[in-house]
């Protein structure tokens, strides 16, 4: 027969999931231990006759075919008798834990990470279009609530979200899922919970607060997971661990709201499991000291390594003079962006903070003109580089600022700002591991590439600089696109490092000094570009921008679109972190192409033709801000340079696409803005037969601007080389030529003869002329059937009536007059003796 069991301590998540998996598995019977939460005890003594479900002691375990495990992956946590299965029994798992030493490997698994395993059965469920009544719904319901702490906790993903709304369909009773998610302590809980309290003692650990209690007594009681929660919540820790023991076991459990706190590395030491907030142990037949003693000597594992201020601080620091104008600062903050600025005195010394609301109330007042020194804070609040993330936060709080320098020897080497604080909050929960995108690399680069990177991170620690991949490599890093396109960004000068590399490693550099660039070749040659991070302004739209070192976080607030500004890291300790402030991440998820702000297009207009190169090469979609912002921006197309405008038509040529690019640039409104039309359906079907033939960009203006009377002057804008200027020409002399009768293929011939192929073929194409479409395929073949040898041993002296004689030879030809070598020579011996 078919069983299906979940863990001991049953909670509502592993009670709802046998249910699904019951309906999923209707032949099989469930198994109840007898070791449950009191909720679910409190839920059992009303519904159980409703579930129908039998008890350990019911089922022969011998006869067992197949084992459906819910909830857990490990045979220890079910409380079954393993030693009665059969060595031939089959099993089926569904669980949301991580996977650790003990979980049974073979058969069918069904493991995803999220909030609750009902979430995957009820998905299940729902994608088979199998009917769900409002009882089950309610069930499913408890078991994601709660294992999801009503979507507050960390584990929670948008599974759990959407399969709760599917469930609130079927009838799902919110009401029912209140009553019985949070039970009401009884008096002997709450007095087990009063003893805990009192007993425990808080730890601090580099910025995270640990309360640990620990109890004895002669009986079991449940619900130690209910009052260690109830402990976090009421000490503020950052996690609360309980070790009681009762009669002969010792339970221990944990509960944390850190992220910073992973209890799955204690809890596994000890032969228990859970999530990395939520865990649990049971040591049997052990004494109390013994296990406080091994937990006290293993809590260091589960907090992982403290994010300071170092890690994170904006470097270098913009920063002020005491004697810069009010007016002068303001005009900084338009540039960078920025809410408000550190001052510095000619020594060097931190002297104040002026923000951006002491700035307004000068310039309200007419006091532009006056100096920074008499509006600033002169008691900045400071901190060190080793503060962690926890200690920064508290003390943004305490002091109600939005700015924190950072000093080290009363040197000022950093700031940080809320913005910093919520981006590094943000981070700390990306949806790919530091593990996850390791992998990634190590599938997608080659292993020399791999192990250079490694080097280049150990290089720059050496050096106490942090280095990033960054650009499309990071993007296609998660498409899983294969790209070997090496860029680097360094905090700190790029063209030196590049320099240290190539001492170090060999190889050549060439630099470029204005834009503190440097392109580093191995000696394996393979081209890594090195960058000095950078921030920049514009200082009229379309215009280039004006480019200063900076940071990373701003070195990627000045890229084009979210996908394209994401950033990793790899130096040796922070090898393979992501940095995604832009929700790049969702983006490629959603499918989306994205500006970071709203003055992207305004700044650089070519950003709307990358926009659409983007999207057909990935098959995305632009944002509904994007598009509209882009047909807001597209009359600043016209202040673009021609030679940057062809560069992103080259481009987008390239990615081979043309047909569907010219419709979604005309969507947005391009050409009407470059050439004062929309391009018709045969002008779209004329330039891709152009550029089937030739891909240059320039030939999609002369295309969709030829048919206008003042074609001529409008293309020339586009013209940038010599070959471009002479196919004006010719085709404005072709024009003129199409007006005369040309019957055959030897006078089309007599007059085109002196044009390129290259000119006459767009000249087809654009007039559609058949006759012309002939003559060039002639032309292409035509082979010469005299030689100036063959004129000279027929006693034709040299000279300018060779090329005539030869010209007339090959309009013969292309009209069939003449047609072997027998015949020129006679034509030739006939008509120049």
Known sequence: MDVIVSHVNLDFDGLGSMLAAKKLHPGAHVALTDKQHPTVKSYLAIYRDELGFSSYTEINWQHVRTLILVDVASLKRTGIPIPDLSPHIQFIVYDHHAPKEGDIITGERHIEQVGATVTLLTEQLHNRKMTITPFEATLFGLGIYTDTGNFTYPQTTEKDLFMASVLKKHNMDIALIDRFSEQPLSLEDRQLFQTLLTKGKEQYDTGVTLFLTTHEQPSYQSGLATLTRRLLESTDSDAAISIVKMKDHVYIVARASSE????????????????AQAASATLKRKDLNEVIKTVQKSLAVIIKPAITAAYFMASPVKSVSPYDTINE???QMYQYGHTGFPVVNDQGQLVGIISRRDVDKATHHRLGHAPVKGYMSTQPVTLPPDASLEEIQSTMMKHNIGRIPILSNDEMVGIISRTDIIEQLHKQTSKLSKQTIIDMMRSQLSKDIY?????????????????????????DFILNRANEDIDLVIEGDGIAFANLLSERLGG????????????????????????????????????LPNVRASNIREDLRRRDFTINAMALQINKSHFGTLLDFFQGQDDIEQKNIRILHTLSFIEDPTRIIRAVRFALRFHYQLTEQTFTLAIDAVAMLKQVSAKRLLREFEL???????????????????????????????????????????????????????????WKRKVKFFALTARQNQIIQQLEILDEHQKEQLTTIGSIHQQFYNYTEETIFIYTVLTKNEMLHTYLAKRKNVKALLSGRDLIDRGIKPGP??????????????DDQIKTKGEAITWLETNFK
């Open 801 to 814: 009536v060779f090329s005539n004689i030869l010209h007339q030879l090959t309009c013969l030809q292309l």
């Open 329 to 331: 600062v303001l005009e």
């Open 508 to 543: 050549q550099v060439k630099s470029h000094e204005k834009f503190g660039t440097a392109t580093w070749k191995t000696t394996e040659n393979v081209k890594i570009d090195i960058v000095t991070c950078r921030t920049e302004y514009y200082d009229a739209p379309a215009a």
């Open 451 to 475: 192990k250079l990177l490694i080097e280049i991170g150990t290089i720059a620690d050496s050096q106490g600089v942090k280095i990033y991949l960054i650009g499309g490599i990071v993007r």
């Open 260 to 275: 910073r706190i992973d209890l799955r590395k204690l809890m596994t030491e000890l032969g228990g499991g859970g999530h």
């Open 652 to 710: 987008l040529v390239k990615e081979g696409s043309i047909i569907e690019a010219i419709k979604m640039l005309d969507e947005i409104g391009v050409w009407t803005t470059l050439l004062g039309h929309s391009p018709t359906e045969e002008e779209i079907i004329k330039v891709n037969a152009i550029l089937n033939e030739i891909q240059d960009p320039f030939f999609l203006f002369l295309t969709f601007a030829y048919h206008q009377k003042d």
